[in-house]
């Protein structure tokens, strides 16, 4: 290969790469454009991470289920962050025996 040829093959790939920057670029702005007139919707991080918590509750329900321990160990945990925002607004703490899921 001599240099001409050499150049043009560069000159070339350099071409396809800013094409497909400029492309890239220009569906993002499309894509951008129809969220914004509720042609498609684009979910932000707020409901992502609210989705991934979900998730996160659907499946600590489902090992509760496998193991009823954990159920324990959670609500315990939960009934302890109640009785530290309590504490913080001055409230009443909750019985902590009217809310037992595992006793029979």
């Known amino acids: 290969m001599d240099v001409p040829a050499m150049e043009r093959i560069v000159m070339t790939a350099i071409g396809f790469f800013v094409l497909i920057l400029v492309l890239s670029r220009g569906v993002d702005i499309l894509l951008i454009w129809m969220d914004k007139h509720d042609w498609i919707l684009i979910p932000n991080q707020d409901a992502i991470r609210n989705s991934n918590d979900r998730f996160g509750r659907m499946l600590t329900e489902l090992q509760a289920y496998a193991e009823p321990a954990k159920r324990q160990i959670n609500h ?13 607004s001055g409230d009443s703490p909750p019985d902590p025996e009217a809310d037992q899921p595992w006793s029979l």
């Open 76 to 88: 315990r945990k939960e009934q302890d962050g109640l009785k530290r925002e309590q504490d913080d």
